[in-house]
């Protein structure tokens, strides 16, 4: 059985800094990943999705996530954050060739101060 | 293109009433779907799925129960509310490996 950890549960940041949300994951087998944005008393949005092939994925409103096989990571990044970006974000993982039940991290809130 | 409706939005129940709540999927045939709750402060909790109309599996024993009597209709029922009850819920759908799910709007539902 698969299973993802979000290292941080809040992550606040000031305007126009870098930031980074960490993901790690663990399944036996080969996987796929997923990053979602929930805006308030909204549902979620997929940012971006890990296939295959190029380890570097880049998403909607300039994230990007990169799958590090060897260290089970898939970390989000985005170097200059709005406070648009204000949001709780999900790591999500599912097994290639399986069910396709997504098994979801506890989600990271993130605040863009001004 | 493929929508997913979720209603009502917003929902203010007494203890110990019932409660449906309805999720269509448009554009789209033989949908895997999925209930989840979001209770405050906590991460997704995956209460029903189904992969075919009547089947439907429980993730988590509770006072909840889910039904499909459609291909794209999934529904989410109590007999009875307990306070415990109140969450947002959202339903979500996919159409195979690898594309992830798509949510639906969420309901705030408030037991009071």
């Known amino acids: 059985a698969q299973s993802v950890t979000q290292l941080d549960s809040q992550v606040p940041v000031f305007e126009e800094a870098p930031v980074e949300l960490r993901c790690n994951y663990s399944s036996s087998v080969s996987v796929y990943l997923f990053w979602y944005v929930q805006y308030p008393n909204q549902g979620l949005q997929l940012l971006l999705k890990y296939l295959s092939g190029s380890t570097l994925v880049k998403g909607i409103n300039g994230f990007e996530a990169e799958f590090n096989k060897s260290q089970t990571s898939f970390h989000l990044r985005k170097p200059s954050v709005h406070i648009s970006d204000t949001a709780e974000y999900f790591c999500?993982?599912?097994?290639?060739?399986?069910?396709?039940?997504?098994?979801f991290g506890k989600g990271t809130k993130l605040t863009v101060n001004p | 293109s493929q929508t997913i409706h979720q209603w009502p939005a917003t929902l203010v129940q007494p203890v110990g009433s019932p409660l449906s709540l309805e999720c269509t999927v448009e554009?789209?045939?033989?949908?895997?779907l999925y209930w989840y709750r979001q209770a405050a402060g906590r991460g997704l909790q995956l209460l029903f799925y189904?992969?075919?109309?009547?089947?439907i599996s429980s993730e988590v024993p509770q006072n909840l129960s889910a039904s499909r009597p459609q291909d794209r209709q999934f529904i989410l029922s109590s007999k009875k509310l307990l306070l415990s009850d109140s969450g947002f819920y959202l339903c979500a759908w996919t159409g195979g490996a690898g594309r992830g799910y798509t949510f639906g709007s969420g309901t705030r539902l408030t037991v009071v």
């Open positions: 999500a993982v599912s097994e290639q060739g399986g069910s396709e039940k997504l098994v």
């Open positions: 554009g789209t045939s033989n949908p895997n």
């Open positions: 189904s992969v075919g109309i009547g089947q």
